[in-house]
């Protein structure tokens, strides 16, 4: 009798597992969206350190205009190119090679701003650095949750590209020389190779030397590529459905993605590009940055495990007033 009465007291009963379940994904993915916010609102700390020059500014600035220059240089060598073998049609602008392409020149051009701003804000404002090191005499507040709302457009679209201009490049690289290249129909050129191959190693190098974005750290890093490709793959169907055609004359941008005549074959590609080449791709540029963390200029300061504990609000009873939770990352 005493365990039915105390079965039916208030909050004695249990919660289905279902919930449970879904409480906890919420929980999880809240947690990743604070450590995003988190990380991109101390932006200055990790805009100003180029690890090739060390933490003085003005090297900090010219490698990074440098880097920018010669990547917006490649991006539109290749556009120039395109142009000319098209006699002037901008067919540029269906390929997936070449949205990726100008997200690569996104992500240099912001980081390059980025820079500079921080910077500037260094040299006017006595703010503390957070304990970065290489970061002497750089701004940045310690105060995350006071500052979240304090982020440039800048930084928040440097932000969305640091991590999917590095993975886009990677799957472009590898979808091309492994599926679609054809040596019976298609000869390496200058163009080509630039943008197969040279961005991305331009990336690369930019990755593991010349920048300390964190890549890979937070699923929104994912997220951000997913909804790249994710909107690709709505322009590509709607031209492809529509009856465009490509500058070869063909009702499709690419053969293996031909909606109309191969629905079948093209929902398989998509579903290999989404589960296999997409994650492989990520893990590359996340694991890039890891070993670039740990062994070619390793620092305690920028390990996640080492963060100090920050909010998460989230949904739910049983969390504090709000629901809001407090987790440490």
């Not at 916010?37 to 900090?60: K, N, S, Y």
């Amino acid at each position: 009798m005493k365990a039915s009465s105390d079965s039916q007291q208030p909050g004695a009963a249990q919660i289905p597992t279902r919930t449970r379940h879904t409480r906890g994904k919420l929980l999880r993915f809240a947690e990743h969206r604070s450590r995003w916010l988190d990380e991109r609102a101390r932006w200055r700390a990790f805009v100003t350190q180029c690890p090739l020059v060390g933490p003085h500014p003005r090297r900090v600035l010219r490698a990074r205009a440098f880097l920018c220059t010669a990547t917006l240089s490649l991006v539109l060598f290749v556009l120039v190119e395109n142009l000319v073998e098209s006699e002037g049609t901008p067919f540029y602008f269906i390929w997936l090679t070449n949205w990726t392409g100008v997200l690569t020149g996104v992500y240099a051009a912001t980081h390059l701003i980025a820079t500079a701003r921080a910077l500037e804000d260094a040299g006017t404002a006595g703010l503390r650095t957070n304990g970065l090191p290489g970061t002497e005499g750089i701004d940045v507040d310690e105060n995350t949750d006071a500052r979240r709302d304090d982020v440039p457009r800048v930084a928040r679209a440097l932000w969305f590209c640091k991590a999917s201009a590095p993975t886009c490049q990677f799957l472009i690289t590898l979808m091309y020389w492994a599926i679609l290249y054809d040596p019976a129909y298609a000869k390496p050129s200058a163009s080509n190779v630039t943008a197969h191959g040279g961005l991305c190693l331009a990336l690369l190098v930019d990755l593991l030397a010349a920048a300390r974005l964190p890549v890979g750290e937070s699923l929104f890093d994912f997220l951000g590529a997913f909804a790249f490709l994710l909107a690709y793959l709505a322009f590509n169907v709607a031209f492809t459905l529509g009856g465009a055609k490509n500058n070869a004359g063909d009702e499709y941008v690419y053969e293996i993605l031909a909606w109309r005549t191969h629905a079948v074959r093209a929902v398989i590609v998509v579903a290999f590009v989404g589960l296999i080449v997409l994650p492989l791709s990520f893990f590359v540029a996340a694991f890039s940055a890891r070993i670039r963390d740990a062994y070619f200029f390793p620092t305690q300061s920028l390990r996640a495990e080492d963060r100090a504990a920050v909010r998460v609000d989230a949904p739910g009873e049983g969390h504090g007033e709000g629901g809001e939770a407090r987790l440490r990352v």
